[in-house]
């Protein structure tokens, strides 16, 4: 009779927050999926998908500009909604989406510049360095991007013109995007390229982080039953591999300068600014403040630019029409190689390839999470969105955008970015700049924007360029599809290409 009656009262509990949920929730008004109402399971359903980038686009052409994804979630399709999300002052705070990121080492645990919630301490910590990552700053470690363009290529004419091997392209534009992210950041390589292998399975570590970080992060108090509790941790552990990295190299480096000195004459990379940082302010600079900095390269360099680089190769050998533009627009320029970023700054088509690039495949295809703040938040068509209310925007989502950038923004097409026939300079210098302010979208926003997107752009701009003006790539069979998974960051496979010598004129 007992057992009953708890049973009937727990019934009558579960179903009287069931009704709450669909009918007086403070976000009711908010259309969605029956079970994102309830639940966060679906959110983490589709980001273990790993198709959560066609989950989200499908959820507003069915539902609309504003929907409900979670119990306490809205997702953004309207692009006007990026710069009040994403303000520079004032700025909404992350939500406990990035959590999971954090490190734990021992008992202590670690958040980082990237995933903090906290505005003030990411700001105060970041001031040091903003004066880097400028492209007049970034163009001081142009020769360390050259040293591995020049290994790259060597490797490829090596191990498949020369032999006429397929190249698995995915492999080896991931082993050139985390060596050049070494080189530029500790003045060495991983040894990806030159072993011709993932060295101490970084990028595998990596890879299985972030696999474990989507659909975590979308119900993030999970991630204190598996990587975070103090008895036994389950699953990938987000970071740790590159934070342990970072702190080895760091110390390594500082007893090589203390026994031989800085070699005469070389280039100085990240880690040798951020010295210089702990020399002119020790009491804010040591090396765990140094690591901190060092993980915004490592987080982002390899994984970012390498999902970027992949679809670009694959895309311009998906599309004939735009790839035949850029060769052509490369043999004119008689570029020296490797390519050489003054020379190619100008060059329209290339700027063209990598803002589709950037803007049909983004690096980052999941929605960046904010908290409404204490205000709360009304939107132009009166709805009410109370404070603590998690919203943000896939740019994913936004980047497919008819109304900016036209009906066939489903489609790849680099010509997009060109002047069309019969269109004005003033018409075409606008619809560019709104294209542009959207797709940069794919960098982050506000306060929070990627540090490291001129650097993105110098590295794949200076390897298409010089790939593309010494070699013909093309896919073994024109009509194969690749495979991808986005987990955060995107990770594509399964790209086998044929890479000859081209005649240069």
């Not at 980001?47 to 306490?72: C, E, F, I, L």
């Not at 292998?197 to 972030?210: A, E, F, R």
Request: glycine share 6%; with cysteine; charged share 25%.
């Amino acid at each position: 009779m007992a057992l009953g009656l708890v049973l009937a009262a727990s019934f009558a509990v579960a179903a009287a927050w069931v009704i709450w949920q669909l009918c007086f929730s403070r976000l009711s008004a908010f259309p969605g999926p029956l079970a994102a109402r309830l639940t966060d399971i679906p959110r983490a359903i589709a980001a273990a998908s790993g198709h959560v980038d066609d989950v989200d686009r499908r959820r507003h052409q069915k539902y609309g500009n504003a929907v409900r994804t979670g119990p306490n979630s809205i997702s953004f399709s309207d692009p006007s909604m990026i710069k009040v999300i994403y303000a520079t002052k004032n700025a909404w705070r992350k939500s406990g989406m990035y959590r999971p990121n954090d490190v734990l080492m021992g008992k202590q645990r670690m958040s980082n510049i990237f995933n903090t919630q906290d505005n003030a301490w990411h700001d105060k910590a970041i001031r040091p360095i903003r004066g880097f990552w400028s492209m007049s700053k970034v163009l001081d470690v142009e020769p360390l991007v050259d040293e591995t363009l020049k290994l790259l290529t060597h490797k490829l004419d090596q191990r498949f013109v020369s032999d006429g091997n397929v190249c698995p392209m995915d492999v080896w534009l991931s082993f050139f995007a985390w060596d050049v992210t070494a080189n530029l950041t500790f003045g060495r390589h991983y040894g990806f390229i030159e072993q011709e292998k993932d060295v101490d399975n970084l990028i595998t570590d990596s890879t299985k982080g972030l696999y474990y970080f989507a659909p975590v992060s979308q119900i993030p108090w999970i991630d204190y039953l598996l990587d975070k509790n103090p008895f036994v941790r389950i699953g990938p552990k987000p970071t740790l591999t590159g934070v342990l990295y970072a702190f080895g190299v760091v110390a390594q480096y500082q007893q090589e300068i203390k026994e031989k000195g800085k070699p005469a004459g070389s280039t100085e990379h990240y880690l040798d600014k951020y010295l210089e940082l702990k020399k002119t302010d020790p009491e804010m600079v040591d090396d765990n403040q140094i690591v901190n900095w060092l993980m915004l390269n490592i987080l982002a360099g390899g994984d970012t630019t390498s999902a970027s680089m992949r679809a670009t190769a694959y895309y311009l050998a998906k599309n004939p029409g735009n790839y035949k533009r850029l060769t052509d627009e490369l043999d004119a320029a008689r570029l020296a190689l490797p390519a050489q970023w003054k020379d190619i700054r100008g060059l329209p088509y290339l700027e063209a390839v990598m803002q589709e690039t950037i803007r049909y495949n983004p690096g980052i295809a999941m929605i960046f999470e904010r908290v409404v703040p204490e205000t709360g938040f009304t939107l132009p068509d009166g709805r009410y969105i109370p404070a603590g209310t998690n919203v943000g925007i896939n740019p994913a989502v936004t980047n497919r955008d008819k109304e900016v950038f036209g009906q066939d923004a489903d489609v790849f097409d680099a010509d997009r970015w060109m002047r069309s026939d019969g269109e004005s300079t003033e018409a075409f210098d606008a619809r560019v700049a709104r294209m542009r302010d959207v797709a940069e979208f794919t960098f982050g926003g506000g306060n929070r924007v990627c540090m490291g997107k001129a650097l993105a752009r110098l590295e794949m701009y200076k390897l298409f360029a010089t790939l593309y003006s010494l070699y013909d790539i093309k896919l073994v069979d024109p009509s194969h599809e690749w495979k991808y998974h986005d987990a955060w960051f995107v990770y594509q496979w399964d790209m086998p290409m044929t890479i000859s010598r081209r005649q240069r004129l």
